[in-house]
């Protein structure tokens, strides 16, 4: 799992310097398009292209136009915050996961869970600071991204039991794709030569992320798991320290500690009620 989110946020990284130069749509762009066949050779050898096929090609339809939107607005957000900024903010995605499954999946959230999560979103509000002079359309943009993610977590959850990981994948890669070539004509800028191993890097950083994170959740409990995920915070601040010189404030640190502590408390709950004995089998 720490793994996975390493790859992740280097891929932010490469992504919000590519953003510098070009559009989100053509970075997205070439992501998907270096991950596509990587994510086809992964379901090859993890049963046969076979595992690929659907029977629900609208909900997959859905899924990708939702993590289209969601990339669009992650990679955009890079670009006009600082890296540890926009990790700490995208790190209300769980919050959000956890209060959309009341209306979405009709779940129940219990006091304790509800409890952590005000604390969390309070802990958002003193990292964007409404009114003040860090709200800033990047935020907006951010907290749009979060929500995004958290519905595709959602449809996920509700049809994932019914599809293989690696159809849900592929097809949630290949719409995006699509899309952003779709939209190269109006975008198009093109690469200087160090900015192809970029798109590469970017790519491949990008499915090394979803094949570490997927193993990490199969061979323990989402409760045990996701706590790991706030490694990211880490590895942003080291980056943006290292490559733009961004040093977070005192309340992007305030804020991030009660994000990631609501994230962790609700985790730690989750594990308590829902970790039970199982056959050796």
């Known amino acids: 799992m720490c793994l996975g989110v390493l790859f992740l946020a280097l891929g932010d990284a490469v992504s919000k310097w590519l953003g510098e130069v070009h559009s989100p749509l053509q970075i997205i762009f070439f992501r998907t398009l270096v991950s596509l066949p990587l994510i086809a050779l992964l379901a090859h050898f993890a049963g046969g292209l076979r595992k690929l096929h659907t029977r ?84 907006l943009i951010l907290l749009a991204a979060a929500f995004f993610y958290a519905l595709m977590m959602i449809t996920a959850r509700r049809y994932g039991a ?76 080291l980056l943006g320290w290292w490559f733009w010189g961004e040093l977070p404030d005192l309340w992007v640190w305030v804020g991030s500690v009660l994000i990631m502590g609501s994230g962790l408390a609700i985790a730690y709950y989750d594990r308590r009620t829902t970790l039970k004995p199982r056959p050796t089998a």
């Open 162 to 237: 019914r599809e293989h990981l690696w159809a849900m994948v592929f097809y949630m890669t290949l719409v995006p794709f699509i899309v952003t070539a779709l939209s190269l004509p109006w975008v198009w800028q093109t690469p200087e030569p160090w900015h192809w191993l970029g798109f590469l890097v970017s790519g491949v950083f990008g499915i090394g992320a979803t094949a570490f994170i997927t193993l990490a959740f199969r061979f323990a409990p989402a409760a045990i798991a996701a706590p790991f995920d706030y490694t990211a915070m880490l590895w942003a601040v």
């Open 56 to 139: 629900r090609p609208r909900i997959h339809l859905l899924r990708g136009l939702i993590y289209t939107a969601t990339m669009v607005c992650f990679v955009w957000g890079l670009t006009l915050l600082p890296l540890a900024e926009a990790t700490a903010i995208a790190f209300v995605a769980p919050l959000f996961v956890t209060l959309l499954s009341v209306p979405l999946l009709g779940e129940r959230i219990d006091p304790p869970v509800f409890m952590a999560s005000l604390v969390g979103f309070s802990g958002v509000l003193i990292v964007v600071r409404p009114g003040g002079d860090a709200f800033q359309l990047g935020t």
